[in-house]
Nanobody, 126 residues
Framework: QVQLVESGGGLVQTGASLRLSCAASGRSFSSNGVGWFRQAPGKEREFVAYASSSGCTTNYADSVKGRVTISRDNAKNTAYLQMNSLKPEDTAVYYC???????????????????WGQGTQVTVSS
């Protein structure tokens, strides 16, 4: 079992940067793929970014490509989401998730993940 805790969210202005962290506990998650999703009020949860277990393979939603970087430090059992040039439409609760698979081609689907954090709020003001 893997427990995930996100942190790093907050209220920022348009154009600012934030780095979200996802700390895993319970056991090492170095063999798990990791994804970030977000959910805005009244909207469905959507895929943001994914990293395979090694971090060598990453994927991004078109809406954040070029502004967001996912990374992980398996020695620290932590994954990160660096977000730059934030826009009001990035406002959402951001969730970290881990899959049992080291890599999944279905990384954009929430159903591919087995463990979820509680989320951290990101609010971008205009």
């Amino acid at each position: 079992q893997v427990q995930l805790v996100e942190s790093g969210g907050g209220l920022v202005q348009t154009g600012a940067s934030l780095r979200l962290s996802c700390a895993a506990s319970g056991r090492s998650f170095s063999s798990n793929g990791v994804g970030w999703f977000r959910q805005a009020p009244g909207k469905e949860r959507e895929f943001v970014a994914y990293a395979s277990s090694s971090g060598c393979t990453t994927n991004y939603a078109d809406s954040v490509k070029g502004r967001v970087t996912i990374s992980r430090d398996n020695a620290k059992n932590t994954a990160y989401l660096q977000m730059n040039s934030l826009k009001p439409e990035d406002t959402a609760v951001y969730y970290c998730a881990a899959s049992r698979a080291a890599y999944s081609s279905s990384f954009a689907y929430a159903s591919s993940y087995d463990y979820w954090g509680q989320g951290t709020q990101v609010t971008v003001s205009s």
